[in-house]
C-alpha cells in the first residue's frame, strides 16, 4: 500500500515509517490498543506491557517495566 501511494503521489516513502506502521498494526492485532509516548528517549509504541523503539538500520529494541 505504501508504494502505491507514493507511486500516486510521485514521492519517496521512508521505509523506516514503513517499518513503524507494520510493527503498529501487528501490534493493534494482538493487544488491541496501541499508544504513543515520547520522552527523554523516543519510543514509538506502546502496547500491553511493552515499549518498543523501532530502527531501520540498528536492532530492535525493547524496553520492559519491571
Do not use: C, P
Not at 39 to 52: M, P, Q, R, T, W
Amino acid at each position: 500500500m505504501a508504494k502505491s501511494l507514493s507511486l500516486w503521489t510521485n514521492t519517496e516513502y521512508l521505509k523506516s515509517a514503513l517499518y513503524e506502521w507494520i510493527v503498529q498494526s501487528h501490534l493493534k492485532r494482538r493487544f488491541g490498543e496501541v499508544y504513543y509516548y515520547r520522552n527523554s528517549y523516543e519510543i514509538d509504541v506502546i502496547s500491553g506491557n511493552l515499549k518498543i523503539e523501532i530502527k531501520s538500520k540498528r536492532a530492535l529494541k525493547i524496553i520492559r517495566e519491571i
